[in-house]
């Protein structure tokens, strides 16, 4: 399901309670400049590429969650301070 491909979307709070995200979810999302995942997400990756072609997203994941999380960026260089962790 790409939920968001193609959309104007700037900006979106993962919620606490989404356990998964669909493969290209954000595909094309040329306006998407941030993604927070919350502290308490149940989210699980599996290393897919959420974000094709979209450019200059800074997502945040919490100190806790770096570990578990990991998403597939097909060019790395799109992406403005990938991923940046807070607290």
């Keep these: 399901c790409n939920a968001f491909s193609f959309s104007s979307i700037q900006c979106i709070i993962i919620p606490s309670s989404v356990k998964t995200i669909h493969e290209h979810a954000f595909t094309n999302c040329r306006s998407l400049k941030i993604v927070e995942i919350l502290e308490d997400s149940k989210l699980v990756s599996s290393n897919k590429e959420y974000f094709a072609n979209s450019t200059n997203v ?7 969650l770096r570990k578990s999380l990991h ?14 962790a807070y607290k």
């Design 58 to 64: 800074v997502i945040m994941i919490p100190v806790n």
């Design 71 to 84: 998403f597939k960026v097909s060019k790395p260089s799109n992406l403005f301070n990938s991923f940046a």
